[in-house]
């Protein structure tokens, strides 16, 4: 390893890497602190890094892998607020067991080929997967390059392999019932015309919520939309315009498809929650500025990243090298976007 090499994984200049060894003015903190924590994962001690200034334990680098397709995991998808804060928790956990987080986007088509590629020139101490629209076939090969690796957003229960999950179904039934609770009946229900775990899980216990009370969701009133596209959707105003009755409310897969859902519900004259009421799931950031709020499925990001790089660790450091997979709870939260029908009929 010389400098050259850390230059190139540091994606700094040979004078970058000079001053931030020699402690240097020329650089900021960040990129210095940069520049040293790769050397440190490569095991490349400089002789003039100040005995003030070495850590003690090397850091390692954590990889961060999100597989890329048009449909779930787009190719902005660091930009969408789900990802986004996935993503902001997961650094912010990195760093806190002094390691370095480094982002990898891969194409789906090509996920095994170029992750290889990509720890060949930046070996990692262990993998965070984002499996939300991987398959086991996807995942396997990954398994058996790399010892450490954690699957984020998908659990597959007959694998054995660390995952970390949303409760999925959970969230589901919790919906139902509020949607119950509140003394809606007649309730449709909009899929993600892209089927994944996560979203056949929410159907899931929506629909065990609903028998526990006789209910069934009618056959017109189920509707598919885009799962990742926060605009009004022609085919479900269509469809909306074409019913005889109105459902008293909704359930959507995602906040996505509800913001969507709330869009196209007001493009075409229904209010909401007046006419119908709007329920997603995730609680996005932008569910607190649509109008109105809505009322969804918290998932709580933060224990997600938290237990996820938590189980990361204790496989590098050989503590619990166990395959373990956790699940974590969901809670409703109540906005505007939800009527009771008692209030809706005074209205």
């Given at each position: 390893?010389?400098?050259d090499?850390?230059?190139?994984l540091?994606?700094?200049?040979k004078?970058?890497?000079?001053?931030?060894?020699?402690?240097?003015?020329?650089?900021?903190?960040?990129?210095?602190?940069?520049?040293?924590?790769?050397?440190?994962?490569?095991?490349?001690?400089p002789?003039t890094?100040?005995?003030?200034?070495e850590?003690?334990k090397?850091h390692?680098?954590?990889?961060f892998?999100?597989?890329?397709?048009?449909?779930?995991v787009?190719?902005?998808?660091?930009?969408?607020?789900?990802?986004n804060?996935?993503?902001?928790h997961?650094t912010?956990?990195?760093?806190?067991?002094?390691?370095?987080?480094?982002?990898?986007?891969?194409?789906?088509?090509?996920?095994?080929?170029e992750?290889?590629?990509?720890?060949?020139?930046q070996?990692?101490?262990?993998?965070?997967?984002?499996?939300?629209?991987?398959t086991?076939?996807m995942?396997?090969?990954?398994?058996?390059?790399?010892?450490?690796?954690?699957?984020?957003?998908?659990?597959?229960?007959?694998?054995?392999?660390?995952?970390?999950?949303?409760?999925?179904?959970?969230?589901?039934?919790?919906?139902?019932?509020?949607?119950?609770?509140?003394?809606?009946?007649?309730?449709?229900?909009?899929?993600?015309?892209?089927?994944?775990v996560?979203?056949?899980?929410r159907?899931?216990?929506?629909?065990?919520?609903?028998?526990e009370?006789?209910?069934?969701?009618?056959?017109g009133?189920?509707?598919?939309?885009?799962?990742?596209?926060?605009?009004?959707?022609?085919?479900f105003?269509q469809?909306?315009?074409?019913?005889?009755?109105?459902p008293?409310?909704?359930?959507?897969?995602?906040?996505?498809?509800?913001?969507?859902?709330?869009?196209?519900?007001?493009?075409?004259g229904v209010?909401?929650?007046?006419?119908?009421s709007v329920?997603?799931?995730d609680?996005?950031?932008e569910?607190?500025?649509?109008?109105?709020?809505?009322?969804?499925v918290?998932?709580?990001?933060?224990?997600?990243?938290?237990?996820?790089?938590?189980?990361?660790m204790?496989?590098?450091?050989?503590?619990?090298?166990?395959?373990?997979?956790?699940v974590?709870?969901?809670?409703?939260?109540?906005r505007?976007?939800?009527?009771?029908?008692?209030?809706?009929?005074?209205?």
């Amino acid at each position: 390893m010389k400098i050259d090499d850390i230059a190139r994984l540091a994606g700094v200049s040979k004078a970058a890497v000079s001053l931030a060894f020699n402690n240097k003015p020329g650089v900021s903190e960040q990129t210095r602190e940069h520049i040293l924590d790769i050397a440190q994962a490569h095991g490349y001690r400089p002789r003039t890094l100040k005995s003030d200034k070495e850590i003690q334990k090397p850091h390692a680098i954590i990889r961060f892998v999100a597989c890329k397709n048009a449909d779930i995991v787009t190719e902005h998808y660091d930009s969408l607020p789900f990802f986004n804060e996935l993503i902001h928790h997961i650094t912010d956990q990195v760093k806190q067991h002094g390691n370095t987080l480094v982002i990898s986007s891969i194409d789906i088509q090509n996920l095994h080929h170029e992750l290889l590629a990509l720890e060949k020139d930046q070996p990692s101490a262990g993998i965070l997967l984002l499996g939300t629209n991987l398959t086991p076939d996807m995942i396997e090969p990954i398994r058996s390059h790399h010892a450490n690796v954690v699957i984020l957003d998908t659990c597959f229960e007959y694998m054995d392999a660390s995952f970390i999950s949303i409760n999925n179904k959970l969230g589901g039934y919790q919906a139902g019932q509020h949607l119950i609770k509140i003394g809606h009946r007649r309730i449709g229900y909009v899929r993600s015309h892209t089927r994944i775990v996560n979203f056949v899980q929410r159907e899931e216990g929506f629909n065990a919520a609903l028998r526990e009370h006789q209910l069934t969701v009618e056959d017109g009133l189920f509707f598919d939309m885009h799962p990742m596209r926060v605009m009004p959707q022609e085919g479900f105003q269509q469809s909306i315009q074409q019913l005889a009755e109105l459902p008293t409310a909704i359930f959507c897969e995602n906040d996505y498809i509800a913001i969507s859902a709330i869009k196209s519900l007001q493009n075409i004259g229904v209010r909401v929650p007046e006419d119908v009421s709007v329920m997603g799931f995730d609680n996005i950031f932008e569910a607190k500025v649509i109008s109105p709020e809505l009322t969804t499925v918290h998932v709580k990001k933060d224990l997600l990243a938290k237990n996820a790089v938590k189980l990361l660790m204790e496989k590098i450091d050989h503590t619990d090298p166990n395959a373990v997979q956790l699940v974590v709870n969901t809670e409703i939260v109540e906005r505007r976007s939800c009527i009771s029908v008692v209030v809706k009929n005074q209205k």
